[in-house]
């Protein structure tokens, strides 16, 4: 499909050139206004010059009006106060000319919304009351300056939440100890 893209790009940019663009779109240039419709540029060189797909849900575009993808399932934008989603950019055009990797554990993002990094979920938070966990401190701060040691069987933990000593897993039927 990327081959397909890239020959049908250099095409309408030769035809363009000789004066007879041809038109994918079916007649009129697709409703920018139409929910279905994803203009990743309206410059016709620019689209001549780079290198796009469609998701499979969607079938691209390439004319006098400029290139996107036509067809259901909008690209999912990732929330920019959603935690761990760090934007690069917000300009498409530019996330195709900005060379950025993205910490490791963390996945890339490039689409129609920009482009940019997201984090793993964070782990969840031990809970306190399980007579398992052992809080030294709730300071994620405090917890990279203390030294401490957990007694076996217990391993530690440091997280967002804070550090501490959890026990293992024990096997069914079996009980703590004062519990």
Do not use: K
């Not at 363009?16 to 309206?42: F, I, K, M, N």
């Not at 804070?162 to 703590?176: D, W, Y």
């Amino acid at each position: 499909m990327r081959s397909h893209a890239l020959w049908f790009l250099s095409a309408s940019a030769i035809l363009g050139q000789l004066g007879c663009e041809p038109d994918v779109t079916g007649g009129a240039c697709p409703d920018p206004g139409d929910p279905e419709v994803h203009y990743l540029s309206r410059d016709p060189s620019y689209c001549a010059r780079i290198d796009f797909d469609c998701p499979p849900s969607q079938e691209l575009f390439s004319g006098e009006c400029g290139c996107g993808c036509v067809g259901p399932e909008a690209p999912a934008c990732p929330d920019p106060s959603g935690p761990g989603v760090h934007y690069v950019s917000r300009d498409p055009e530019e996330c195709h000319l900005i060379d950025f990797m993205c910490s490791p554990g963390e996945e890339q993002f490039s689409n129609a919304c920009g482009c940019g990094c997201i984090a793993p979920e964070p782990e969840p938070c031990p809970d306190a009351s399980d007579p398992a966990v052992h809080y030294v401190s709730r300071d994620p701060r405090e917890c990279e300056l203390v030294d401490f040691a957990c007694s076996p069987p217990e391993v530690q933990f440091s997280n967002a939440c804070g550090c501490g000593c959890i026990a293992p897993e024990l096997p069914v039927g079996s009980t703590r100890q004062g519990g």
